[in-house]
C-alpha cells in the first residue's frame, strides 16, 4: 500500500507538472520566450519580457477588493497564512471567503523532487502547487515577486499563466562564468601605490570558499574531492582556501604538522614526497581548468614536537608556540629554507597563494614579501592573505577578516559568538564602507587609515568559528557579503545551510547531502542566483577604487526600514537597489526612493526596472514615474531591484 501510495502521488504531481515543464526556469526566474538559463561571462542579462495587457487578464484585486476566494489544503496552512498576511501588506484588504475566482493551495509529496513547484491559472482558479510546502512557499514568493511589485494597486493576472520550476532540470550552474587567468597572461595591479604589492588582475572577481577535504562528505583523499571543485564552480565560487594540506606528523591537526615541505599522505594517498606534490599538482591542475584559484594555508609559529625537522636542525627551533616547538625566525638558515620551501610549493603545483595563518604575528612582512618577490621572478603571480589585520607594506594583499570591529569584539570573541557585522553586528553598512569603521586591522581601525586599502574580505565564516551563523539567512551572506563591496568568504557548507553542532567546526564533518533537503536546495539556488547576478554586472559589483571608501554605494531612503540600511551599487547608466528585511514583525513591502543623483544615473528619457530575482521587468517609464518604488522582501531576504537608463 505504502508504494502504491507514492507512485499515485508522483503520477498526480507528473500530470499537473507536465504542462508546465517545457517553461520551467531557475528559482525565482520568470518565464520567457528565448530567455537563456545562465547568462554569458561578462554580459548583462536580457530582461524578461514583460507580460502585455492585449493579452486576456484575470483581475485579482481592483479599488482595494479582492476579487477571488482562496481554499487551502489542510497540510499547507502555514501557506495561506504567508498569502493572506502578503495580500493585506500589499492592498490593504483580506481576502475573502467567496468570490468570484478562486485560489486553490495544493500540496503534493513528491520524494525526489522536494523543491518543485508550479503555478497554474486558468478562467476559474489559480492553483499553486508545491512538492513539499518548502516548494509552495517557494511558488508564492515568486509569484508576489513577478505580478506585485512596483505602484500598481491592481493585480492582474495572464489567464493562460503557467509557471514553474522542477530542480533536476533548472538548478543554475554558474561554472561557465568561470575562467582562470595563467600567470604568464595575467594583469597586474599595484595596489597599495608603491611598486611592492603587485596584485593579480583576477582577485577583483574572487569570491571564496575555505575548504577541508578531509571532514567534506564528498572528500577525503584528493582524489575522492574532484566533485568538490564541481560543486563549488556550479555555485561560482572561484578561489578555494584549503586548511593546510601539510603532514600533521603525532598529535597534529593541520594547523599543528610537521612543516611546509611535505603533503600529508591522508590527502595524498602515498608517504612518497614527490609523488604527494604530483597528487597535489593534479588537483590544483583540475582546479584551474573550472577556474578556480587555490590557496594554501601555511603555518609559520612551528611544528608538532620531536619532529622530523627538530631532530635535524634544532637549531632552527627556540621555546615553544601552541604547547610545540616554535621556529626560531633569527636562524638565517631557516629563513632561507623556509622561503624556498614556499617558493617550490607554488612552483611545483601552480597554486595561487598563501593563507597565513597567525601572521604578520609571527614573521612579520619581510619573508613574505620575499616570497613574493621570488616568485615574480619567475613569471608567477601569486596573492597573500594574512589571518591578522596588517597594514600591508610590501606583502599582503588583504587581510581574513576585513571586516571586524575591534571596538566591540575580538577575534576570539567573534569565534566564540560569530557575528555578521552588517545583520547582527550594530554596522551600518554604508557608514562602515563610506568611513572605514569596522574595516581593517585593529591598528588602523581608529585613524586616518581605517576603511582606506583596495581590497577587504567580509568573512563570514571560517574554520574556528564555534557555531554557524549564515544559517539559510539570506541576509548573511547576500546582502552583507556578495551583493556588497567585499570579498564574499565563508567555511565550506554555508552555501547551502550544511548541518552543524557547537564546535569549532574545522573538527566538524560537512554533509554535502544535506542539500537534498528541500529547504537546503531552495537556499543553495537563491546563492547561486545571487552570485550568477554579481558575476553577469562585473561593472557594479567588481569595481575596486584605489581607496575602498569610494566604492560605488550608497544608502537607498526607506518609508518603513525593515531593520537594515537598503543601499545601492552602480556603474554607468546601471544601478542595483539591495532592500532588505530583518524584522519579523514588519509588513513584507518597502518603498524606496531611487537615489538617481547618487548613482549618477540621472537624465535619461526613461528607465528600466527589473526585478533581478525573477527576471521580470516592473516597468518602463521617466524617473518621476519610478522615483518611489514599492518592492515585496520577505523576512530574512532582500529584494535586488535593476534601475537603467535607456
Same mark, same amino acid.
Given at each position: ?29 520568470? @518565464? ?8 554569458? &561571462? ?15 487578464? /484575470? ?27 502578503? $495580500? ?14 478562486? /485560489? ?74 568561470? %575562467?582562470?587567468?595563467? &600567470? ?44 568538490? /571543485? ?9 578561489? !578555494?582556501?584549503?586548511?593546510? !594540506?601539510?603532514?600533521?606528523? =603525532? ?8 612543516? =611546509? ?49 627538530? $631532530? ?27 622561503? &624556498?620551501?614556499? @617558493? ?26 620575499? +616570497? ?25 594583499? #588583504?587581510?581574513?577578516?576585513? +571586516? ?13 559568538? =560569530?557575528?555578521?557585522?552588517? $545583520? ?5 553598512? @554604508? ?14 581601525? %581608529? ?34 557579503? !556578495? ?18 553542532? =557547537?564546535? $569549532? ?17 531552495? #537556499? ?10 554579481? *558575476? ?33 551599487? #552602480? ?7 539591495? /532592500? ?27 528607465? *528600466? ?7 521580470? +521587468? ?9 522615483? *518611489? ?9 532582500? &529584494? ?7
Amino acid at each position: 500500500m505504502k508504494s502504491f501510495t507514492k507512485l499515485t502521488c508522483a503520477f498526480l504531481a507528473l500530470l499537473l507538472l507536465l504542462p508546465v515543464l517545457a517553461s520551467c526556469k531557475p528559482s525565482g526566474a520568470a @518565464v520567457t520566450a528565448n530567455e537563456s538559463e545562465t547568462p554569458s &561571462s561578462g554580459t548583462d542579462t536580457e530582461p524578461a519580457t514583460e507580460y502585455k495587457e492585449e493579452k486576456k487578464m /484575470i483581475t485579482l484585486i481592483e479599488g482595494g477588493k479582492a476579487a477571488f476566494s482562496l481554499r487551502a489544503a489542510s497540510a499547507v496552512k502555514d501557506a495561506e497564512t504567508l498569502f493572506r498576511k502578503t $495580500v493585506r501588506d500589499r492592498y490593504e484588504c483580506d481576502v475573502p471567503d467567496s468570490a468570484e475566482y478562486g /485560489i486553490a493551495l495544493k500540496l503534493l509529496t513528491l520524494s525526489d523532487s522536494p523543491a518543485d513547484w508550479s503555478i497554474k491559472a486558468s478562467d476559474e482558479t489559480l492553483t499553486f502547487t508545491g512538492c513539499t510546502e518548502e516548494g509552495l512557499t517557494r511558488a508564492l514568493e515568486t509569484f508576489f515577486r513577478i505580478f506585485t511589485n512596483g505602484e500598481d494597486d491592481t493585480l492582474k493576472i495572464p489567464a493562460d499563466l503557467d509557471l514553474g520550476y522542477r530542480y533536476e532540470t533548472d538548478k543554475i550552474d554558474n561554472s561557465s562564468l568561470l %575562467s582562470y587567468i595563467p &600567470s604568464d597572461g595575467v594583469k597586474l595591479t599595484d595596489t597599495f601605490g608603491n611598486g611592492k604589492v603587485m596584485t593579480p588582475e583576477w582577485v577583483d572577481g574572487l569570491i571564496m570558499v575555505e575548504l577541508r577535504p578531509v571532514t567534506a562528505s564528498i572528500g577525503g583523499y584528493l582524489k575522492d574531492s574532484y566533485d568538490l /571543485i564541481d560543486h563549488y564552480a556550479r555555485f561560482g565560487v572561484n578561489c !578555494i582556501w584549503l586548511t593546510p !594540506i601539510y603532514e600533521y606528523g =603525532p598529535g597534529g591537526n593541520g594547523y599543528g604538522n610537521t612543516g =611546509p615541505h611535505k603533503v600529508g599522505a591522508n590527502l595524498s594517498g602515498t608517504d612518497d614526497v614527490e609523488a604527494g606534490w604530483a597528487e597535489m599538482k593534479k588537483f590544483v591542475d583540475y582546479a584551474h581548468e573550472k577556474g578556480i584559484y587555490i590557496l594554501f594555508d601555511i603555518i609559520t609559529w612551528g611544528v608538532m614536537r620531536g619532529t622530523e625537522l627538530t $631532530v635535524t636542525h634544532p637549531d632552527w627551533f627556540s621555546g615553544e608556540a601552541w604547547g610545540n616547538d616554535a621556529f626560531n625566525w633569527k636562524n638565517d638558515e631557516l629563513y632561507e629554507w623556509f622561503i &624556498s620551501t614556499c @617558493v617550490d610549493n607554488i612552483m611545483k603545483t601552480g597554486a595561487d597563494g598563501f593563507r597565513c595563518d597567525c601572521e604578520p604575528n609571527y614573521t612579520g612582512y619581510k619573508l613574505y614579501g620575499e +616570497v613574493r618577490n621570488r616568485l615574480a621572478e619567475q613569471g608567477k603571480h601569486i596573492i597573500i592573505v594574512s589571518e591578522d589585520g596588517t597594514s600591508k607594506k610590501q606583502t599582503y594583499d #588583504f587581510e581574513q577578516d576585513g +571586516v571586524l570591529w575591534y571596538a566591540k569584539k575580538t577575534r576570539g570573541q567573534v569565534y566564540q559568538e =560569530p557575528t555578521v557585522w552588517y $545583520v547582527d553586528g550594530g554596522l551600518d553598512i @554604508v557608514d562602515s564602507v563610506k568611513n572605514g569603521t569596522g574595516l581593517g586591522a585593529q591598528s588602523t581601525q %581608529s585613524g586616518k587609515k581605517a576603511g582606506t586599502f583596495r581590497y577587504y574580505t567580509n568573512c563570514i565564516t571560517n574554520h574556528d568559528y564555534q557555531r554557524r551563523i549564515v544559517c539559510g539567512n539570506r541576509l548573511n551572506i547576500g546582502y552583507a557579503a !556578495i551583493m556588497a563591496p567585499f570579498i564574499p568568504l565563508w567555511y565550506m557548507g554555508d552555501e547551502f545551510n550544511a548541518g552543524w553542532r =557547537p564546535a $569549532v567546526q574545522y573538527d566538524i564533518a560537512v554533509d554535502y547531502a544535506d542539500m537534498n533537503k528541500a529547504q537546503n536546495r531552495i #537556499f543553495a539556488e537563491d546563492v547561486k542566483k545571487m552570485i550568477q547576478i554579481r *558575476r553577469t554586472y562585473k561593472d557594479i559589483f567588481e569595481y575596486w577604487p584605489e581607496n575602498h571608501r569610494d566604492s560605488n554605494i550608497c544608502k537607498v531612503e526607506l518609508e518603513a526600514s525593515g531593520g537594515l540600511t537598503a543601499y545601492a551599487r #552602480f556603474a554607468k547608466n546601471k544601478a542595483v537597489l539591495i /532592500i532588505p528585511n530583518n524584522d519579523k514583525k514588519a509588513p513584507q513591502y518597502f518603498t524606496a526612493s531611487v537615489p538617481f543623483s547618487e548613482c549618477g544615473i540621472e537624465g535619461y528619457e526613461k528607465y *528600466r526596472v527589473t526585478d533581478l530575482w525573477t527576471g521580470t +521587468v516592473i516597468a518602463e517609464r521617466t524617473a518621476e514615474d519610478i522615483r *518611489r518604488i514599492t518592492v515585496y522582501v520577505p523576512y530574512q531576504n532582500l &529584494s535586488m531591484l535593476l534601475i537603467e537608463g535607456i
